[in-house]
């Protein structure tokens, strides 16, 4: 096929922001979607905490993550696919933001099977892609939000212990540092992160390490403390945090401890998910499936370090990705297995979360984005 993206018009107008009732600005959001129809749009209520279904923003299948570029005018998707183009990857496709809705720039093939993660550098020049499936990763030059042809691939190919789950390598996540100096690739199969140095006028990657994890814990996701030293990085197949030091000399990882997320004696199904941190340092929340809760805790600025404050309710079975509203006072969870958008209002001051919250429907919630 030439692209998996079309361009979807929905009812109504998809506005970024609009007035409504007694002038309660409303924002765009996106939802990526699992299913066939890609990217969802909806209309957030910042001051009752409450989304409207909106349509569909842009018919991409299996969209497994978003990414939106620092000047907020362009949106990222990587789906999920076994073929795109007649070749065996997953597709990454841009879209220009425009009035809240979307148009479809650019549409790519990616370095193997399975696209499951994209991110965008500082500059919004670069992104890279990781595809779970193939156990690879690839890098684009960005030009006006469109995307080239794959500038740098690699497969990888160290493997770990859990014979159900890291046969192969599984490239999960793509991030960069907050200097924009180095790029992070989290390989769940190789229970390793891969290091690089982007070069920012090629978007070419250039091996600077690996921080190794666990033996079978399969790291999936990797997010940076504001504080400028200090990453989390979770670890799917086991549900723990590693705390890492970043070195920002060489980029590379170390580990200062390692947090365990599951309530003691429990042994039934768990996977650690995703990382929200707090725009001022102060609170980090975990995302667990299976046995489904949210966990809050209370970060030191200077160390990083974590002290445990409670496990909550998700809203509903496998919370694939939450994040907190601009305002922060609103938690927004993707739920994926309930087909559920699920918001919990959210204390700034102490970070608390409560256990009710507000739902509604989406198809296989994948990602949640603001514009």
């Not at 220009?96 to 549409?107: N, P, Q, T, Y």
């Not at 490239?171 to 100096?181: C, E, I, K, T, V």
């Not at 509903?316 to 209002?345: H, T, Y």
Request: contains cysteine.
């Amino acid at each position: 096929m030439a692209s998996a993206a079309t361009f979807v018009t929905t009812s109504g107008s998809l506005l970024s922001a609009k007035t409504s009732g007694a002038g309660t600005r409303h924002r765009r959001v996106f939802v990526g979607s699992g299913g066939e129809n890609g990217i969802l749009a909806y209309d957030w209520d910042p001051v009752n905490g409450e989304l409207t279904a909106a349509g569909v923003a842009a018919k991409v299948p299996k969209v497994a993550w978003l990414a939106i570029s620092h000047d907020h005018q362009f949106v990222y998707s990587a789906s999920e696919l076994d073929l795109f183009n007649g070749k065996p990857t997953g597709e990454v496709a841009s879209f220009r933001v425009d009035g809240g809705e979307l148009h479809l720039l650019s549409a790519e093939n990616s370095a193997g099977t399975g696209t499951c993660h994209v991110a965008v550098d500082y500059t919004s020049k670069m992104l890279i892609a990781a595809d779970y499936g193939g156990g690879s990763a690839a890098s684009f030059k960005i030009s006006d939000g469109k995307l080239s042809k794959a500038v740098w691939t690699e497969t990888y190919t160290v493997h770990g212990p859990n014979t159900d789950r890291q046969t192969t390598a599984h490239a999960h996540f793509a991030s960069f540092s907050l200097d924009n100096r180095f790029a992070y690739i989290n390989d769940l199969g190789g229970d390793c992160i891969h290091i690089y140095r982007p070069d920012a006028a090629t978007a070419a990657m250039t091996p600077t390490g690996t921080y190794s994890g666990a033996p079978g814990s399969g790291p999936r996701t990797l997010h940076f403390h504001p504080n400028g030293h200090t990453a989390y990085c979770m670890n799917e197949l086991v549900s723990t945090v590693d705390v890492l030091q970043w070195n920002k000399a060489d980029g590379s990882l170390s580990l200062v401890k390692r947090i365990d997320l599951l309530p003691e004696g429990y042994s039934g199904p768990s996977t650690g998910c995703d990382t929200v941190i707090s725009q001022d340092g102060r609170f980090v929340y975990f995302a667990n499936r299976f046995n489904d809760f949210l966990f809050t805790f209370k970060a030191d600025w200077k160390t990083g370090s974590l002290t445990a404050m409670k496990r909550s309710n998700c809203g509903g079975k496998v919370p694939r990705n939450f994040v907190l509203d601009p305002s922060e006072q609103w938690m927004l969870v993707a739920n994926q297995n309930s087909n559920l958008l699920c918001v919990f209002a959210r204390n700034p001051e102490t970070g608390a979360l409560p256990e009710e919250c507000k739902s509604y429907a989406a198809e296989t919630p994948m990602r949640i984005l603001f514009t």
